[in-house]
């Protein structure tokens, strides 16, 4: 197996915690703190403060328990990829002891015999000493459609060579045996997953916003803390108290347990869209895919439902349905003639697939199956039609074949025949893509006579291929030729490898047309997309007809937007003289976008809103997701071979299949979709367009008790009051109160419009200027007042009147003053001053709490009504109840008050706040009113955050 990216030493990964976010900020400060104490017991002695050295410790522990929390969040994360690993075990059939038996393919060496049946995922590089009929599909290696044989001849192109068997490749059909040459990561497979790690990772969007906030937090707060030290020194504090009240600002500001937070969120939401088969490897990646604006997608299977049936047949040049939706009714409208009946032979016998042995038993059209979906929708079609394709092709024997390739586009085997007088000769059938098989063709056969192909033909052929792909079908063509006995007497050796039969000149026999199906939730998903404002293109390796059918089918072309081909075809022009800028719609062919300039293809996504892309390869998939991001776009692809790996590194989001991709694009996409299914991306976005939305929420619920943390330092200089809140409490609000109501908007649901809007701009920050505004200058600055009127009501009910106050700090700091007089004359010792102090500090800090009740019910809403959201999130429920709960044992448990520096409070000291909380619900239902009221008006430019 593949070596995993080399993991980083979970040490390492420990204390990259310890230096990450606010921890450098909170560690500096408690070594100032220390520091401080340090000086201050040098001064002092025995009779020096220990509150220093108290909040120094308090400071490391914050530290030590975010980065311990965050450390073990991210290894719970990282263990969603390894249990998944853990679901698709890989085995191999090896020799050993000249027993055959089944090994985990981890445990293959140098030098093993593996046999190789079909159905088999190939589990190393392997060299071919036996083949019988045996076929392997390089689709994910080298972009071949069609399975490729494989025998012990070698050839000069390694990967082309038809004795080498590659690693993670599937065996489809046949058997083998080979010895292991190659395994994990020296097989071919294993360099190019090498190359892919090359490309640097794109930096998620989220990761992108967290940088910058947690850069503009700390430099807001260093330069308060600066700030604070110049004040405090002018105004003649000793150096280490100024660096104390410094300390104080700067753990004001920094909101210790935002990055726990938003962890934990990711970290929910992750768990969340894996129950919907959404698989996050990247925890920072849902927000990226809930942020893209363009979706390149592949058809084939995520699109479509990968199950292929026959839809129609073009015989005696008419083209016939087939109703395949039960057995009872498959084949019985098909005419009874000698076209049918030739038509049916070459599908029944140029076609490798086959059941698998336990599947007899079964319906046909539940029986599994040997072979790629083509072969296998016409293996169960004739299995109806002939009752039984095995003994027909037991009577009609392969001499030779000739498998597909994507050079020739056609396939080519040779039967026996009964001929009369019981006498055997032999026949050639081919089937391959319509156009190849046609100019193979000498004559057609229609209503049992051959006529020799002319441009009548020619048109009737053209038209019937486009009616049919046009319906989004996939065409088939199929030819035979009788071979003259007196040429080819029974028996001949034929030789595929330089055949020596014709290839030319044959009878034109009919076509057949598959369908794949548009999955069920596919329309429903393109639709959501379109009214986000996403942007769907379709990227596909089919033919730009049948591409254009399927994109009209599941609304990637919406009704109404027209190609240059349908305006040509409406107006009766030749397509060269429309303006390609009247139509809304193109298909852009693979051979035309390799030919195609960066310009043009940058002017092709400007002036075009409906576009698909054919016929590309797995390299051009690269050049339009580069495109599409130099117009500014936030980019998911899907992708499911190999050489789709470096398109999914480079897009903003990768996402692989988890049924048919292979092992590297898994390794180099974000994301892994477990069902392959598109409405599981829609539902993606929905959850990150949801995580954005409940993180600019809980920012701005948690930004907002800074205001009430500052002002009481800032309010101690400017006024010369007692201190209002000392840094402990302080963190007690960032890391008690704060912590569980900031997760319960994780549990947050959507509102009802958040697939309506349009995608957010790359330029919009987490932490825009509007956020700040709505948290520093109308939250927080009511909560700053009302805390501070519950501060007063304390202090003015203990005999301080609000004009006694201002100015009072320096004596009532001062311990050499012990009769300081009140408003009623009451003298006051320091010792009665300090409790008093944190009897004030308690009621500011249960102010700010409950304040934060109602702020965080309006949190809940961007733009809807707090009464429209209603109070479902029962997480949010109880973390009302917890961080008063907090609060009150905080407040009221002896002992553990007087070391947070509070103390027991009133009852009615709970209630000045509330009414200023009720102002602020009233303003806030008001303003999202306005917003609503009025769509894109000056409101909601300036006071949506």
Not at 54 to 67: A, P
Not at 390 to 408: C, G, Q, W
Request: a neutral charge; glycine letters at 6%; hydrophobic letters at 45%.
């Amino acid at each position: 197996m593949l070596t995993p990216p080399k993991k980083v030493p979970e040490i390492v990964k420990l204390l990259h915690e310890f230096v990450g976010g606010f921890s450098p900020l909170l560690e500096v400060g408690a070594i100032l703190c220390f520091i401080a104490y340090g000086i201050e017991k040098g001064i002092s002695g025995d009779s020096a403060s220990n509150d220093n050295l108290y909040l120094g410790i308090v400071l490391i522990c914050v530290v030590l328990i975010t980065s311990f929390f965050l450390y073990s969040q991210k290894a719970k994360s990282e263990k969603i990829m390894e249990g998944f690993a853990k679901l698709l075990p890989q085995s191999a059939h090896v020799v050993r002891a000249g027993q055959t038996r089944a090994i985990p393919a981890d445990e293959l060496v140098m030098g093993d015999i593996v046999e190789l049946r079909g159905g088999d995922r190939i589990p190393a590089d392997i060299r071919i000493l036996e083949a019988s009929s045996l076929k392997v599909d390089n689709s994910s290696l080298t972009g071949e459609a069609e399975p490729q044989s494989r025998k012990p001849e070698a050839t000069e192109n390694p990967l082309e060579s038809k004795n080498l068997a590659f690693y993670t490749t599937n065996c489809v059909e046949g058997f083998g045996k080979g010895v292991v040459v190659r395994r994990g990561d020296a097989t071919v497979m294993g360099r190019i997953a090498k190359l892919t790690t090359r490309i640097a990772t794109t930096e998620t969007t989220i990761a992108r916003e967290m940088r910058h906030f947690v850069m503009l937090i700390c430099i807001f707060a260093i330069i308060m803390g600066v700030l604070c030290i110049i004040v405090a020194l002018a105004m003649g504090y000793p150096g280490f108290y100024a660096v104390i009240l410094a300390i104080g600002l700067v753990v004001a500001n920094v909101p210790e347990g935002i990055i726990i937070t938003v962890t934990v969120m990711l970290t929910l939401t992750a768990k969340r869209m894996a129950k919907k088969n959404c698989l996050i490897k990247n925890l920072e990646a849902v927000e990226t895919l809930g942020a893209c604006s363009v979706i390149c997608s592949d058809k084939t299977g995520t699109l479509t439902q990968n199950r292929m049936t026959v839809a129609h047949c073009w015989l005696d040049d008419q083209i016939i349905e087939t109703d395949t939706t039960t057995e009872d009714l498959a084949g019985k409208n098909l005419p009874e003639n000698d076209t049918m009946t030739d038509l049916i032979r070459v599908a029944t016998l140029c076609n490798r697939a086959k059941f698998k042995p336990d599947q007899m038993e079964k319906p046909i059209y539940a029986r599994e199956c040997v072979g790629d979906a083509s072969e296998t929708a016409l293996l169960k079609f004739t299995q109806i039609i002939t009752g039984d394709v095995l003994a027909y092709r037991e009577k009609h024997k392969a001499v030779a074949e000739i498998p597909f390739n994507s050079t020739t586009k056609y396939q080519v085997s040779v039967h026996e025949r009964e001929i009369e007088g019981g006498q055997k000769g032999y026949v050639v059938e081919m089937k391959g893509a319509p156009e190849r098989i046609w100019d193979r063709c000498g004559t057609i056969i229609s209503q049992g006579k051959e006529y020799k192909k002319d441009k009548n033909w020619d048109d009737k052929f053209n038209e019937a291929y486009i009616t049919l792909g046009g319906m989004g079908e996939r065409v088939l063509g199929f030819c035979d030729l009788i071979l003259p006995a007196d040429k080819y007497p029974y028996p001949t050796k034929f030789d595929a490898e330089d055949p020596n039969f014709p290839l030319d000149g044959l009878r034109f026999v009919g076509l057949i047309s598959l369908i794949d199906p548009p999955r069920a939730a596919v329309p429903d998903g393109v639709a959501k997309c379109r009214s986000a404002g996403i942007q769907v293109i379709m990227v596909t390796g089919d033919h730009p007809v049948t591409a254009k059918a399927i994109a009209r089918s599941v609304g990637i072309i919406s009704d109404g937007c027209e190609t240059v081909e349908d305006i040509a075809q409406r107006t009766r022009v030749n397509v060269k003289d429309v303006n390609p800028r009247d139509a809304n719609a193109i298909v852009i062919h693979g051979g035309d976008l390799r030919d195609m300039k960066d310009s043009e293809i940058d002017a092709v996504l400007r002036n075009h809103t409906e576009i698909v892309f054919a016929r590309t390869s797995p390299q051009q998939k690269l050049i339009i997701v580069e495109a599409c991001q130099r117009a500014g776009n936030i980019v998911a692809v899907t992708g499911d071979g190999v050489n789709d790996s470096p398109a999914l590194k480079k897009a903003d989001i990768g996402i692989a299949m988890g049924i048919t991709g292979s092992d590297v694009s898994k390794q180099a996409a974000d994301i892994v979709l477990l069902d392959d299914n598109f409405a599981s991306i829609v539902t993606g976005i929905e959850e990150g367009r949801l995580i954005f939305d409940n993180l600019k929420k809980t920012i701005c619920y948690t930004l907002m008790s800074n205001i009430p943390e500052i002002a009481p330092v800032v309010m101690y200089f400017l006024l010369s009051i007692p201190l209002g809140l000392q840094t402990i409490p302080m963190l007690l609000i960032c890391l008690g109160t704060d912590m569980i109501p900031s997760i319960s908007m994780a549990h947050e649901t959507a509102e009802a419009d958040i697939m309506k809007l349009p995608p957010r701009s790359p330029k919009e920050r987490l932490v825009s200027m509007k956020l700040i505004h709505c948290t520093y200058l109308q939250a927080g600055m009511i909560a700053a007042a009302g805390a501070f009127f519950a501060y007063f009501v304390v202090l003015g009910t203990c005999g301080f009147w609000p004009s006694r106050v201002f100015g009072l700090r320096a004596e009532w700091e001062d311990p050499m003053v012990m009769d300081l007089e009140d408003s009623y004359g009451q003298e006051w010792n320091y010792h009665q001053r300090m409790m008093l102090q944190r009897t004030v500090e308690a009621a500011f800090f249960a102010a700010v709490v409950i304040f934060q009740w109602l702020d965080l019910i309006c949190r809940k809403v961007r733009r809807k009504s707090v009464f429209q959201k209603g109070m479902r999130n029962w997480f949010l429920n109880f973390a009302l109840v917890f961080e008063t709960a907090v609060t009150a044992f905080c407040i009221y448990v002896p002992g553990l008050n007087y070391a947070l520096s509070l103390n027991s409070i009133r009852f009615i000291w709970w209630l000045p706040v509330i009414p200023f909380a009720i102002y602020f619900f009233v303003f806030d239902e008001l303003r999202r009113y306005m917003i609503r009221r009025y769509p894109n008006g000056w409101m909601e430019r300036e006071f949506l955050f």
